[in-house]
T-cell receptor
């Protein structure tokens, strides 16, 4: 069965500090991988995506993620967090064999302290 | 490109009533997806369409739920005889055949 695990429910970082959000997946096909961000009461905004090729992908707002097939991981990173990054972050996995429908993790809530 | 739009954004209803949500996808997108999100959880897949054909339905989609996309453009999601457990955010997304999903702002349902 396809599944996505985000082991951290909450993370608190200081403004200006670096960030890493963890994501592990279990999937029966070659995966497409995504990170989305959601502010309270809003829809999901795509931060970045991995379909193939270079395993280090750059996204919007200074985020990047690295696909590690051997570890079934797709961790999200940012070198310096801004207060406006406070939100909930979702990792998701899909595949063309499954109609590109996405399976989401439970999310990680990021709090930024000044 | 005006993005994915959903209507209404908020709906409060009494248990047992029927509700309908509408989703207008990005115009050139042939795929449309419905998801449900409850507090503290990630979105859960409900169903998806390619053009007007409904290709997959989740086991989460009970007989009280029905979705349509009659002309391969907008879609509706109807919930009959609502229950308090139906309270959630209903998210619509659209995509091309090979692209990423673009989500709307969601329709929040509260069943009293």
């Amino acid at each position: 069965a396809q599944s996505v695990t985000q082991p951290d429910i909450h993370i608190t970082v200081s403004e200006g500090a670096s960030l890493e959000l963890r994501c592990n997946y279990s999937y029966g096909a070659t995966p497409y991988l995504f990170w989305y961000v959601q502010s309270p009461g809003q829809g999901l905004q795509l931060l970045l995506k991995y379909f193939s090729g270079d395993t280090l992908v750059q996204g919007i707002k200074g985020f990047e993620a690295e696909f590690k097939r051997s570890q079934s991981s797709f961790n999200l990173r940012k070198p310096s967090v801004h207060w406006s990054d406070a939100a909930e972050y979702f990792c998701a996995v899909g595949a063309k064999e499954y109609g590109n429908k996405l399976v989401f993790g439970a999310g990680t809530i990021l709090r930024v302290k000044s | 490109d005006t993005g994915v739009s959903q209507d209404p954004r908020h709906k409060i209803t009494k248990r047992g009533q029927n509700v309908t949500f509408r989703c207008d996808p990005i115009s050139e997108h042939n795929r449309l997806y419905w998801y449900r999100q409850t507090l503290g959880q990630g979105p859960e897949f409900l169903t998806y369409f390619q053009n007007e054909a409904q290709l997959e339905k989740s086991r989460l989609l009970s007989d009280r739920f029905s979705a349509e996309r009659p002309k391969g453009s907008f879609s509706t999601l109807e919930i009959q005889r609502t229950e308090q457990g139906d309270s959630a955010m209903y998210l619509c997304a659209s995509s091309t055949t090979v692209g990423e999903l673009f989500f709307g702002e969601g329709s929040r349902l509260t069943v009293l």
